[in-house]
């Protein structure tokens, strides 16, 4: 896709769509481009109130963004204007030849897969996709995966094994997809199918939950060495707006919902799911889409150099123990 | 799913909201019917149901299936397989164990583990007040019973999920139980019998549930290399993070007639299309027809179908006579070895099952 077709709001915060939450940043960015438009058109100087209500704008996104609460979080996580896997592919790699297809049924675009090179590193990356555009987001049913992206995925992670690839997996999902043609051809048996096969690749995996971690959805591309979620994402067993329905029968009520969850990237790191959060700049990543991208590719690095040479036995064993054991209060359960 | 209207709104409360409901499908189960019927009459009589109030409510209920009225006591003295079109209806934990193992050689393991409501969820009630009005309720500490077990003198370790417990939901006990489960059957080089009935993974444990999944897999991958067998048994309803995950990659996936079977719920799907579902979807029949599993067993039959499968564990591939010769290729071969003179299995060792056949034929 051509840097054309992409919203233009990296650097430019003041295009990005509002969540409620943000209406006092929104306020304040309103004023700014005001007196930007002010200065440009006549010879009135504005500077140093600009250079004020630029203060007042970090203070009010700091303080916002310090006190989000997760159903603000998942509000972030879902932005549309959040960088998604193609975001990733085109602006964090050096070089992507994408892969299509399950070669048994059919190419599901709700999963993206192929070959990456990223500064002295290359590996398999799979991830879902989100669309980016209404058309995109049709067509990749808003990142809702169906089975054959979950085999898709798998054939390409098994090139991965055999050409001694590590694998990235970028995890953003809603869930998987609940459909006649999903149940059919076994959306159930390809994720578990895809859970107990990362448990044998003899090959490093780096899981990184970039958006929504919806459920077995993002567990069907979730199994690796290392688990990082980004700080403005969630990672939950079913959608707050589905709990919220199924307790309550009241969909209104996802934020109680949300914040019961415990979904966000600090809850879980609390609890032991996550390894590690990848920090997002002031107001998420969204805002600065630059710098999230050039700290993740960063962060991706390190933990694929870390991986780098170990024993395939190890590390398998190693990563069958760290779910085995995961977020297991120690002593609690026995040993045999 | 359960029978009672309690049993019902519970399953539905307790899981991810992939529970069960929706049309039945008879087709196949007819066309077994005239066979089941005199199976039935032999094996059931050995199957002895506890008098206990698991399915509350009066002395009738209504088949979820054919909506006949059905004598609850004829139901259960039936294995809780309808009378009128053989439906059938989820089985508690420890009458599935009755029907399973040979008496007396169930030995618990595990059972002592309990939930702990580490999120201080609060549903209606708070999520452990939730956990001691069930374990009140059921005897239970826990939605799993595990251990090991003869099946016909094959030991073997089963775990049986308990669909009165949450709706048979998955959190962190549940998928430590099928784990430890696992790791017993490969420590003792023994194969593994799992039953499920469940709504899937249990929301009031959060992420905690959902990594269950990934455990559960974790301790599998594990048995599989050992190369012992595992049989899952998928029974009514079988939905959401149990069939994404342990239930789906067994060795050997076997349903029960008519179980409902699937990744999202049939309301949730619904919901979703907003369009009606095509008849007998999700239904064990359906998935037979698409290829998801190995075969679809009446309850009546399973104890020597697991039985005959077990014959094929892990070094296996010589017969040698087994101390009960209950199943009809054990029958069969002793029969021939009978007639033929040959009282041992010495003479036969290391011939493949078929070649020996024909040895003893000539
Ligand atoms: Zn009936």
Redesign the interface.
């Known amino acids: 896709m051509s840097d054309s077709k992409r919203p233009q709001n990296a650097g430019s915060k003041s295009s990005t769509t509002p969540l409620p939450f943000e209406q006092k940043i929104q306020e304040i960015e309103a004023k700014i481009d005001e007196l930007r438009e002010l200065a440009s058109s006549s010879s009135i100087d504005v500077g140093d109130q600009l250079e004020s209500m630029e203060r007042q704008l970090e203070e009010a996104t700091a303080r916002t963004y310090s006190h989000l609460s997760p159903w603000e979080e998942v509000g972030v996580a879902r932005h549309p204007q959040r960088p998604v896997a193609s975001d990733y592919i085109e602006e964090m790699l050096d070089d992507f030849v994408e892969l299509h297809g399950d070669r048994t049924f059919g190419d599901d675009r709700a999963m993206v897969t192929g070959l990456a090179t990223m500064g002295s590193r290359r590996f398999m990356l799979v991830g879902h996709r989100k669309g980016r555009t209404t058309k995109e987001r049709l067509e990749t049913n808003f990142g809702c995966a169906h089975p054959e992206g979950y085999r898709k995925a798998w054939r390409k992670m098994k090139l991965a094994e055999k050409l001694g690839l590590p694998i990235v997996s970028l995890i953003n999902t809603p869930g ?1 997809y ?3 043609g ?8 390809a ?3 895809n ?2 096969g990362m ?2 690749l003899r090959v490093p995996i780096v899981v990184l939950v970039i958006g929504e971690g919806g ?2 959805g993002a ?2 591309i ?2 690796g060495d290392r688990v990082l979620m980004m700080e403005h994402s969630y ?4 959608s707050p707006e ?2 919220a ?4 029968k009241d969909g209104s009520r996802s934020a109680d919902a949300a914040e ?4 966000t990237a600090k809850d ?1 790191t609390a ?1 032991g ?1 996550v390894d590690e959060v990848i920090p997002e700049p002031l107001g998420g990543a969204h805002r600065r889409r630059d710098e999230t991208i050039a700290t993740v590719r960063a962060t991706l690095l390190r933990h694929l150099d870390e991986l780098d040479g170990r024993d395939p036995d190890e590390m398998i064993e190693a ?3 760290k ?2 054991r ?4 120690e002593g ?3 040993s ?1 | 799913m359960s029978a009672s209207k309690n049993d019902k709104d519970t399953s ?2 307790e ?3 992939k529970g069960a409901t929706g049309a039945s499908s008879k087709s196949r189960t007819e066309a077994r019917e005239a066979e089941r019927e005199g199976a039935k009459k032999g094996r059931l009589a050995r199957w002895r149901f506890s008098k206990k109030k698991d399915m509350p409510g009066g002395l009738w209920l209504k088949c979820e299936a054919c909506s006949n009225l059905i004598y609850r006591k004829e139901l259960e003295e039936a294995g809780r397989v309808c009378p009128k079109c053989q439906f059938h209806f989820t089985l508690p934990a420890r009458e599935r164990l009755q029907s399973l193992v040979d008496p007396d050689s169930f030995l618990e393991m ?1 059972e002592d ?1 309990e939930a ?1 409501d ?2 201080e ?4 009630v708070p999520y452990s007040e939730k956990i001691a009005r069930t374990v009140q309720r059921t005897g239970q500490k826990e939605g799993l019973v595990c251990g090991k077990a003869q099946i016909e003198g094959r030991s073997v370790v089963v775990a049986i999920l308990d669909f009165q417990f949450m709706g048979g939901s998955m959190g ?1 006990v549940v998928g ?1 139980k099928i ?2 489960a696992c ?2 059957a490969r ?1 003792d080089g023994l194969p593994v019998v799992i039953f499920t009935s469940s709504g899937g ?1 249990r ?1 009031h ?7 269950q ?3 559960t ?6 048995l ?1 290399e050992t190369g012992n067998m595992s049989i899952c048994v998928m029974t009514h309803p079988t939905t ?2 149990v ?7 067994c060795d050997i996936v076997l349903a029960e007639p008519g179980a409902l ?4 719920g049939p309301r ?2 619904a919901a ?2 907003k369009q009606e ?2 008849k007998g ?2 239904r064990a029949e ?1 998935l037979i027809n ?3 599993l190995d075969d679809i067993v009446p309850r009546d039959e399973l104890r020597d179908r697991i039985a005959r499968l077990l014959d094929y564990d892990l070094g296996t591939h010589v017969v040698r006579r087994s101390k009960q010769p209950a199943t009809k290729t054990d029958r069969a071969a002793s029969d021939r070895s009978v007639a033929s003179g040959d009282g041992t299995d010495g003479p036969d060792r290391g011939v493949p099952n078929r070649l020996r056949e024909g040895i003893s034929e000539n």
């Open positions: 998987a609940p459909g006649i999903a149940e059919e051809r076994g959306q159930a048996m994720i578990a199918e859970i107990i448990f044998t459920s077995g567990l069907g979730g199994i990672y939950s067993v079913i589905g709990c329905a199924i307790l309550w019961a969850l415990k979904l879980l609890l799911v990563r069958r123990d779910f085995r995961i977020a297991e209060i609690r359960f026995p045999v | 539905r409360e899981t991810e909201g595990f583990i702990l580490r999120l969820f609060i549903d209606s962190e430590e784990s430890l790791d017993v420590r993974a929301m444990e959060g992420a905690l549930s959902l990594m999944m990934a455990k897999c974790s301790a599998l991958s594990r599989h959401g993070g069939t994404a995950s342990f239930a789906s990659v079977i699937g990744f999202a949730v799907i979703t299309l579902l095509p979807f999700q359906f698409k290829g998801m």
